[in-house]
């Protein structure tokens, strides 16, 4: 029966190269899926990893247990005399290093030369465990993305997250037989299904439409309209929400980016401001009234009072009732007198009187 | 250690000991002669069986033969299956190679008149064929193939077992799907006796794979084509008894000399 065996290469071998033993094992760190990791062992000596999903608590330990005294010897080994009875796994002993037979080349003929080794990389047997500020950051930003894909029968569901210092983010997308539907962080952003897709965020869109197929919203970068082309459209019925001003029913109301409002009709039921001061609904009937049984008309004027203006000659004009803070007239039959009196303490007074002529 | 005869530990011990290899290409194939040409009996070809190391080709026809096996990359690693690769370049044959054929490479020692057995190298699958006419306008094929374990790519669809199932079943069952058998060290080794459960939507190699790391080693097809797990923990403790030149054991009465 075959039996794992030790082959003495003594120094039959063309090149030998050897790095220094690897410390033992003292950590079993078994990843069972993505989010589950079972270990056993500290950090005083190198640590042996593997997938398993089959992994538990109990198997780390036991494994670990076995692997005390276990030191790994790398070497390379080319151009070697090896035995071709020799199989991967055999120990073999080349000027006075010993290994075990872990890579073999072998080219045929009558020398049967082979290349063997116990392979390892140099870059990864730090005695000193340092690591610059690259190989952390390299660690940071590849090490800790992980990602996956779950096909079955009626779902696939892939996943990627990303674990840094500055906490967890992830991004995944399940699609089943009715619906489709994106996550962010573990929060339903957007779903899409037969009757249609719902959006639970931000949207961004160069242009888009909204509608039935054959009308609806327009959608341009500078505004949204149905119907109406333009703020100035006369033509068209509709809306058109602008950049520029708001219009609805082919300009029958209006509203311009400067503040200007043109309306064919409108009613208010509320106060009236201008220029800030209020203008209720009779003061402006009244005014409004007067005004125009006149035949002219008022605006406003200084001091928060009001002028008639553009009066024409030879013209009644009459209020029913009115206050005058101060009255200028011009060219008018009004006319003044001083009366004269002396007060209770003897002294010259003077008070002027308007008077109609 | 490949078990070998006591003629075969002779020879090599024969300072002047040489190999010769011969290498062995589907399940048959046509007679031919030692340049290669096909031998006819009436016009008509005759067919041999291509079973043995006697009837392959030899050295002559070949010009070069490689094969390599990597258990792990650039540090110990466990839990895999690791497929062995060949190399053939040699004149084109005769005969027609099937797709996918067999490739067994043999070597015997040789010292004088001296021949050992046959040592089996490995049971390989074509893979891949090149042919070019490099060689006096004589057609030159150029062959790649991996063994068995390859095979075990497949999906663990069918099961006679009961689940869960004991480790050693699981992988005498994974070999007899892919048509080999389990290396008896691999019986001795797989005392734990864990179980498992039915593999649904991994392959027969993961399932391979996942066993394997249980007992700390890798699966590999040994040189018999047999499937065999591979302990770390399996190297042979280091020994310091007197050796010969050659780096055999110098026995005394059957017993092996410390020093």
């Given at each position: 029966m075959a039996e794992t065996s030790i082959f003495n290469l003594l120094s039959r071998v063309a090149s030998l190269d050897v790095a220094p033993a690897f410390q033992p094992y003292s950590k079993v760190v078994i990843h069972v899926d993505d989010d589950t990791v079972v270990e056993a062992g500290d950090d005083t000596g190198r640590t042996l990893e593997f997938n398993d999903p089959f992994g538990t608590q109990e198997l780390a330990e036991q494994l670990l247990a076995k692997l005390p005294g276990y030191q790994y010897q790398p070497l390379y080994a080319q151009g070697t005399l090896l035995d071709p009875a020799a199989e991967i796994g055999d120990g073999v002993s080349i000027k006075g290093y010993y290994s075990g037979i872990y890579q073999r080349d072998r080219t045929f003929g009558k020398l049967m030369q082979a290349d063997v080794a116990a392979p390892h990389d140099?870059?990864?047997?730090?005695?000193?465990?340092y690591k610059s500020p690259q190989e952390r950051k390299f660690t940071r930003e590849i090490g800790n993305v992980r990602a996956s894909l779950l096909i079955q029968a009626g779902l696939i569901e892939a996943k990627v997250s990303r674990e840094s210092p500055e906490g967890q983010t992830s991004f995944s997308w399940l699609m089943g037989d009715t619906s489709h539907t994106w996550y962010a962080n573990g929060r339903q952003v957007m779903r899409v299904n037969a009757n249609g897709a719902e959006i639970d965020g931000k949207i961004t869109a160069r242009e888009g439409y909204i509608g039935n197929g054959s009308a609806g919203f327009s959608i341009k970068a500078t505004a949204i309209y149905n119907g109406?082309?333009?703020?100035?459209?006369?033509?068209?019925?509709g809306i058109y929400i602008g950049t520029d001003g708001v219009a609805l029913g082919k300009g029958a109301f209006k509203v311009t980016a400067a503040g200007n409002v043109s309306a064919n009709n409108m009613e208010l039921t509320g106060t009236l401001r201008v220029g800030g001061s209020s203008i209720g609904a009779s003061v402006l009937r009244q005014g409004a009234q007067s005004a125009y049984s006149n035949g002219s008309y008022w605006t406003g004027g200084a001091g928060g009072g009001y002028n008639f203006k553009s009066m024409a000659d030879n013209n009644d004009y009459t209020a029913k009732y009115g206050k005058f803070t101060y009255l200028t007239v011009a060219n008018a039959n009004f006319y003044s007198y001083a009366l004269n009196y002396k007060d209770w303490n003897g002294n010259n007074q003077t008070v002027y009187v308007l008077g109609h002529g | 250690m490949q078990d070998v005869s006591a003629l075969y530990r002779q020879i090599v011990a024969d300072p002047n000991h040489y190999f010769e290899a011969t290498v062995v290409i589907g399940e048959s194939g046509n007679l031919v002669t030692e340049a290669g040409d096909t031998i006819l009996f009436g016009g008509t070809a005759i067919i041999v069986s291509r079973t043995g190391p006697d009837s392959g080709y030899a050295?002559?026809?070949?010009?070069s033969l490689k094969t390599s096996s990597r258990m792990f990359g650039n540090e110990p690693e466990i839990g895999k299956v690791i497929a062995q690769e060949i190399e053939l370049q040699m004149?084109?044959?005769?005969g027609e190679i099937p797709p996918m054929a067999l490739i067994v490479p043999y070597v015997r020692a040789c010292a004088g008149d001296l021949r050992s057995e046959w040592l089996q190298q490995g049971v390989f699958y074509i893979d891949t064929r090149q042919t070019s006419a490099s060689y006096e306008n004589l057609p030159v094929i150029t062959l790649h193939g991996f063994d068995a374990?390859?095979?075990?790519?497949?999906?663990?669809?069918?099961t006679r077992l009961d689940w869960p199932a004991v480790d050693i079943d699981i992988v005498q069952e994974i070999a007899a799907t892919i048509g080999v058998s389990v290396d008896s060290r691999t019986v001795d080794l797989m005392t734990d006796g864990r179980t498992f459960p039915l593999?649904?939507?991994?392959t027969l190699r993961e399932m391979l794979g996942y066993i394997a790391a249980e007992y700390l080693g890798c699966f590999i097809m040994t040189e018999q084509g047999q499937l065999r797990l591979v302990s770390l923990l399996d190297l042979p403790k280091e020994t310091s008894f007197l050796i010969d030149r050659n780096g055999d054991y110098i026995t005394f009465g059957g017993d092996r000399i410390k020093v």
């Open positions: 140099e870059e990864i047997n730090h005695e000193y465990k109406m082309t333009g703020l100035n459209d006369t033509v068209h019925n | 050295e002559s026809t070949i010009f004149l084109q044959p005769a374990a390859l095979l075990t790519e497949q999906d663990y669809a069918e593999p649904t939507g991994y």
